[in-house]
């Protein structure tokens, strides 16, 4: 029955690419599922592959990429749902699809990166050897719920994992780092390594509107912090019960991408290659080399003018993509706000975003998006004197009228939700991504 669904799986595959309907990556695993439940179970059962996950609001994609990169640079054979088809069938696609008609995984190491509501759900599927927890920040209220909901289910399933799975946690974000506290989890639990920032210098200087998370996940009083990062993101205290953020492992990789954002995914995939045993040389050498995932400070060039892409999809994500393109000084925007499944129907977080600490007076700025008027009225009501914008009919007119205001000596940087990334990059380059 394997190898029927991994051969009926594989033409579905190509036939969907061939007519252009998109990249595959999520249909024949649906299909496989749907014919047997426990495809992913059966699939990885006597299989010597090693599973890393990557969950987490922000980061997931970028954070596979660099692991997947570093293992490539080492020697490894990899494979990653680098789609972002990041649900349970998503899964099971990215197996089938890399699967031999053997029904064998020739490979060292498969990289998933895992939907937060989904985690619980794939953790049933499968035991991972590598569990990398990232953030919580509010996303998708409409679909996920508040921060604790999800982090209240992260707890239960993370209890269940047995000592094989090695635990690669954000000591710098409250709800993730208390995860695995020794007062939370009973019995015998997984290796715990904690990844964060040390470096005052890159500090907000002023509040966000956007922190999601402040409150302790022990006794519910107010965190103290000694330094903030971004959202609530950072050194952090209870000055009720004394909880804290724990030690750091000692690691100072190269950056390859900007932001303090990407710094927290380079920290994570660093500290799992080393964990893994890869060499400091080797690491170094790999990030060196790194070329960013689709959308994720992706570079295009479209008729000699520059563009690159910052995946803007949440409050917090929204304002570390203004705070990074700002230091890149950005002169020339454009914002696409969609409210489709992907994106969330409700839109209401655009007014979290801190625009009065980050568009320049005098900035270029065109507007799109199924939303495009929502995010018109937020940027007219940030009261920015001489900031003047335009909302072109379609998206196409948006991408060109932006470029025709773009220098060739500047580049014009798109800040989009999920759904409309996907819609741009398919007119700029012609294909779907999923």
Not at 32 to 39: G, K, M
Request: one cysteine or more.
């Amino acid at each position: 029955m394997a190898k029927i669904l991994i051969a009926a799986g594989k033409i579905v595959s190509q036939i969907s690419r061939v007519l252009n309907l998109g990249n595959g990556s999520t249909w024949p695993g649906h299909i496989a599922l749907s014919v047997n439940q426990n495809f992913i179970k059966e699939t990885l059962r006597g299989s010597d592959i090693k599973i890393i996950l990557i969950a987490g609001t922000n980061g997931k994609t970028t954070t596979g990429k660099l692991i997947q990169t570093i293992l490539e640079h080492n020697g490894s054979t990899v494979f990653q749902n680098e789609a972002g088809a990041n649900l349970v069938n998503g899964i099971a696609s990215s197996l089938l699809l890399h699967s031999s008609i053997l029904s064998t995984l020739p490979y060292d190491y498969a990289v998933f990166e895992v939907d937060e509501n989904s985690l619980p759900l794939v953790l049933q599927e499968l035991t991972p050897h590598y569990l990398i927890l990232l953030n919580l920040f509010r996303d998708q209220l409409d679909r996920y719920g508040e921060v604790n909901t999800i982090a209240r289910k992260w707890q239960e399933a993370v209890k269940k994992l047995p000592k094989k799975t090695t635990l690669i946690l954000n000591a710098d974000d409250p709800q993730i780092a208390s995860l695995c506290h020794p007062e939370l989890v009973s019995g015998s639990h997984p290796q715990v390594l904690y990844f964060g920032l040390d470096d005052p210098s890159l500090s907000v200087k002023t509040p966000q509107h956007a922190v999601d998370s402040n409150y302790c996940p022990n006794c519910h009083h107010k965190l103290t912090y000694k330094t903030v990062y971004f959202s609530h993101l950072g050194d952090w205290k209870c000055p009720n019960c004394s909880r804290a953020r724990g030690p750091l492992a000692k690691i100072s990789p190269y950056y390859p991408l900007a932001g303090v954002y990407n710094r927290y995914n380079t920290l994570a995939a660093v500290l799992t290659a080393k964990n893994i045993g890869i060499s400091d040389k080797t690491i170094d050498s790999a990030l060196k080399n790194f070329s960013p995932a689709f959308g994720r400070q992706e570079k295009l060039s479209v008729n000699g003018k520059s563009i690159q892409i910052f995946l803007s999809k949440n409050p917090t994500s929204f304002n570390e993509s203004l705070r990074t393109v700002k230091e890149l000084g950005a002169k020339n925007i454009l914002f696409v706000l969609n409210d489709r499944i992907p994106d969330g129907r409700d839109v209401s977080w655009i007014w979290d975003i801190d625009f009065e600490n980050f568009i320049g007076k005098n900035m270029n700025i065109t507007i799109s998006g199924d939303r495009c008027y929502d995010m018109g009225l937020r940027i007219k009501y940030s009261q920015i004197l001489n900031t003047k914008y335009q909302i072109p009919n379609t998206l196409g007119d948006a991408i060109t009228s932006a470029l025709d205001k773009t220098p060739k000596s500047e580049i014009l940087y798109i800040l989009p939700t999920y759904s409309a990334m996907l819609e741009f990059r398919k007119i700029l380059t012609g294909k779907k991504i999923l």
